[in-house]
């Protein structure tokens, strides 16, 4: 690496941390954070803290409101955009306008007004924006790009792909920001973005329609009367952890404390809030039918409340077929229990916990083509956050994309394409109609025949 970049991060909450720790470890000799802003000095000053404790110089800590500031004052290489999805599009186009390079998280924006913004940003700045889809890095999901990219099975012509959030992961989008649409886009956009992408990147195409139904079906304070459940307590920290399914235990995690209960004086951002509280706007069930420009469909659900975690992906082409079936977690355990307040699955080890006999966690992938038996294709095993998905993307984004038959580093063009079927998706939950993409009149990029 010839030069170090330096880096401000904008949005400094839990998501931040793997990008503060790559940039105090692994990376640091490629890239060296120089500022933080947030709205709460807190959680700001404890990844500050932890930079310095690495070793490193101070960075300097900016209120949000100055985040324009920041990058005129600082004016640092890149911009690392981690804060709450409805707050991407403004600063990722503050940077660009600034020609500072920019590193979102997904979703880039939550609407066609703010996908419209960064495109036009883009149009004007010689900055570049890069979107951090690190589910194209976990190796089960290289492979089978990896075996549709090698012909396995023919001319892709339809894919169902199923995700399950169980009632821990899950239930986390409905205690939070994510649980109102005009903050997320509602799990279309906030979740379903990971999954567009993944499907876009697989069939090199884009999406051309889209059809929705869905609705707030399980969460939320209507269903709670309708099912006669007893109140609970606004914060699910006060409900009875003997009794109480959705209570998320933060105390019990130094990391979750010093981040969220320590710096809720500030703001009252309260992370664990009632997941059946009136004011809901966020659907936790879903159905999508949508159509892409090369011919395929793709038949959508997305399920926030399951009783396990993981994903079912089929995918037919003129050869054959292609199954990848994930069990992130085989169950939750009853009230208040065992692993549970490890919100994100993914970040379990393989296998944990008794009970799994029947649902054993773990990943198969198997291609069957015509005329043949099933195989099962063997998934390289990954080390780390996402299935050893976080690491290698990581690599790419500080050190420069590695050379990739896959093509895993996705650029602002996936991350519009990805949103707007979320956002096709949306309105389609208005308006009861088909979405055509195309009149949206965002630019999708080229499709694999262009
Ligand atoms: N790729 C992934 O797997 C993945 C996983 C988790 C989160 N994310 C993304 O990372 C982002 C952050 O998620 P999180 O779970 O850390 O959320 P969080 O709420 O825990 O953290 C967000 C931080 O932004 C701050 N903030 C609030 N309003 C702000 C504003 N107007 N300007 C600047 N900062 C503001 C908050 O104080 C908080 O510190 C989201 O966009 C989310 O989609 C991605």
């Given at each position: 690496v010839s030069e170090v970049k330096r880096y401000a991060l904008i949005g400094t909450g839990h998501r931040a941390t793997m990008f503060v720790r790559a940039l105090t470890t692994a990376h640091k000799d490629a890239g060296q954070l120089v500022a933080l802003a947030d709205t709460n000095a807190h959680r700001a000053g404890v990844h500050a803290a932890n930079i310095t404790a690495a070793g490193l110089p101070a960075v300097a800590i900016y209120d949000a409101a100055d985040a324009h500031r920041m990058l005129d004052e600082v004016r640092p290489d890149r911009l690392i955009v981690t804060s709450p999805d409805y707050t991407h599009a403004g600063y990722v186009v503050a940077a660009l306008d600034r020609g500072i390079d920019v590193i979102s998280?997904?979703?880039?924006?939550?609407?066609a007004a703010g996908l419209r913004a960064i495109c036009d940003a883009l149009d004007r700045s010689t900055a570049d924006l890069t979107v951090t889809f690190n589910y194209r890095y976990s190796p089960r999901n290289a492979a089978v790009k990896r075996l549709i990219t090698e012909g396995a099975?023919?001319?892709?012509?339809s894919v169902h792909f199923e995700w399950l959030l169980d009632t821990a992961h899950g239930a986390d989008y409905f205690r939070?920001?994510?649980?109102?649409k005009e903050s997320s886009g509602g799990l279309l956009v906030h979740k379903s973005t990971h999954h567009f992408d993944l499907v876009n990147w697989w069939l090199a195409d884009r999406p051309a329609s889209v059809y929705a139904l869905g609705g707030?079906?399980?969460?939320g304070a209507q269903n709670a009367i309708d099912r006669g459940l007893a109140p609970a307590p606004?914060?699910?920290?006060?409900?009875?952890p003997a009794a109480?399914?959705?209570?998320?235990?933060?105390?019990?995690d130094p990391h979750l404390r010093q981040l969220y209960i320590e710096a809720e004086?500030?703001?009252?951002?309260?992370?664990?809030?009632?997941?059946?509280?009136?004011g809901i706007t966020a659907e936790d069930t879903l159905s999508l039918v949508v159509g892409y420009r090369n011919g395929a469909s793709m038949s959508y659900a997305l399920t926030a409340f399951s009783p396990w975690e993981g994903y079912r992906v089929g995918i037919n082409g003129t050869g054959g077929r292609i199954e990848l079936e994930v069990v992130e977690r085989s169950w939750v355990p009853a009230p208040?229990?065992?692993?549970?307040?490890?919100?994100?699955?993914?970040?379990l080890a393989d296998g944990?916990?008794?009970?799994?006999?029947l649902r054993p966690e773990g990943e198969r992938l198997i291609l069957q083509q015509l005329w043949q038996p099933a195989r099962e294709i063997e998934i390289p095993k990954g080390v780390g956050g996402h299935g050893g998905g976080d690491g290698a993307m990581l690599a790419d984004i500080f050190r420069g994309a590695a050379a990739d038959s896959l093509g895993r580093a996705a650029g602002y063009i996936d991350g519009v394409r990805s949103v707007i079927v979320g956002v096709a998706g949306n309105r389609s939950l208005e308006t009861g109609q088909a979405v055509?993409?195309?009149?949206?009149?965002l630019p999708l990029g080229a499709t694999s025949r262009g």
């Open positions: 998280e997904k979703p880039l924006t939550i609407d099975i023919g001319k892709v012509l939070r920001w994510h649980r109102h707030l079906r399980f969460y606004a914060l699910s920290r006060d409900a009875d109480e399914p959705f209570r998320l235990d933060m105390a019990a004086h500030l703001d009252g951002y309260h992370r664990d809030r009632n997941v059946f509280d009136a208040g229990g065992g692993d549970a307040f490890i919100v994100d699955p993914s970040a944990h916990g008794a009970g799994t006999e055509d993409v195309a009149a949206f009149g």
